[in-house]
């Protein structure tokens, strides 16, 4: 296993190389106490739903799960039959990254995949997909998952959120968000979580707990609650449901006690700036996509690429071919100016 390394200095590959955050250790620490209900009938469960229901100042149904992969694919699968399909963005998490799950969940729902400039869907991509068949021979759209903010670092805009529901309502389509990053798109949007989702026509969010600064866990919020009938047991049929689920419940917490999830987000986006900031005159570097949330996407040679490898960078290029980089609620800027030297004494 030569590829594993021993240094753990810090590496943007992705933003869940990090660690766990104060926060949500200090709540489940502190929920690691006596014994507590099990499957979701304790009070650090309760709390943490609460806890949504004031941030996104409505009564939503809340659910938990153990990953990003399962809180897509079960939302996804609430909203169709295995006769229906799924409209998303080629480079969309679901297409790409989630191993068929989606479809898999949902017994069969298609996904149709709309080719996007830089990940972001538009109203005319959606209706153009949703639209272009109409026939019996044809699995119906019936959802729409957008990722906010995308996988290339790019946020939409209440605007851009408003005209795409509008669109889906139109279609008659449901609406779900891929918040894996959903802290990173408030930190940069500076909105309240109620309007980037529910005052803007989502109707299902999976907030992403893991690259905030959890160990593990993602919150499924469903605003349209008919949407959310019979969830748990869908959860649990899918081996999501935790039995001590306090340990799940619990970081979040601390997370939305303390605001922890937002400064987080905060931070990674700042630290994304500042890398951009320092490499944005870089002869032979390119930045692909605007800097808005806590990615850099650099277009350089392969050569020029490989060399930042050899100097012990990691990074995917899975993206448009370019080098990728995430940070997180932990990012030491004094790492990133070490990224950018090297970027810089490579590139100029
Ligand atoms: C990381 C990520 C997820 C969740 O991935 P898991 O590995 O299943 O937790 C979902 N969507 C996006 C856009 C992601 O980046």
């Known amino acids: 296993m030569s590829h594993i390394s021993t240094d753990n200095s810090q590496q943007f590959a992705s933003d869940n190389y990090s660690g766990i955050c104060p926060e949500a250790w200090a709540a489940m620490q502190e929920a690691n106490h006596g014994h507590a209900t099990p499957y979701g009938d304790d009070p650090w469960t309760a709390r943490a739903s609460n806890l949504f229901r004031d941030l996104f100042e409505t009564d939503c149904e809340v659910f938990f799960a153990f990953n990003g992969t399962a809180a897509n694919s079960m939302s996804l699968a609430s909203l169709?039959?295995?006769?229906?399909s799924v409209i998303c963005a080629q480079t969309a998490h679901v297409e790409t990254d989630e191993c068929g799950a989606p479809e898999f969940f949902s017994n069969g729902s298609k996904l149709l995949t709309a080719q996007t400039i830089d990940g972001k869907m538009t109203p005319e991509a959606i209706r153009t997909l949703a639209t272009s068949r109409q026939d019996i021979h044809f699995p119906r759209p019936k959802a729409v998952t957008i990722t906010q903010s995308t996988e290339t670092g790019r946020v939409y805009t209440l605007d851009q959120l408003k005209a795409i529901s509008e669109t889906t309502r139109e279609l008659k389509m449901h609406l779900h968000m891929d918040g894996a990053r959903f802290a990173n798109a408030i930190a940069h949007v500076g909105c309240t979580p109620a309007e980037m989702t529910w005052k803007s026509g989502v109707e299902v969010l999976c907030f992403g707990g893991t690259k905030n600064g959890m160990a593990v866990g993602e919150a499924i919020l469903f605003f349209n609650r008919a949407l959310a009938e019979d969830f748990d047991y869908r959860c649990k049929q899918a081996g999501q449901l935790a039995s001590k689920m306090r340990y799940l419940s619990s970081p979040w917490v601390g997370m939305l006690e303390s605001g922890a999830w937002k400064r987080n987000g905060e931070h990674a986006n700042t630290m994304a700036k500042r890398l951009h900031a320092a490499i944005a005159d870089v002869a032979n570097a390119s930045i692909m996509f605007?800097?808005?949330?806590?990615?850099?996407?650099?277009?350089?040679?392969?050569?020029?690429?490989?060399?930042?490898?050899?100097?012990?960078?990691?990074?995917?290029?899975?993206?448009?071919?370019?080098?990728?980089?995430?940070?997180?609620?932990?990012?030491?800027?004094?790492?990133?100016?070490q990224l950018a030297a090297d970027i810089r004494a490579i590139m100029s």
Do not use: K
């Open 80 to 84: 169709c039959q295995s006769y229906h």
């Open 290 to 337: 605007d800097v808005e949330a806590n990615a850099v996407f650099l277009l350089a040679s392969e050569p020029h690429l490989q060399q930042l490898r050899d100097r012990g960078w990691r990074f995917y290029t899975f993206i448009g071919g370019g080098a990728r980089f995430m940070f997180a609620w932990d990012t030491d800027p004094a790492r990133v100016d």
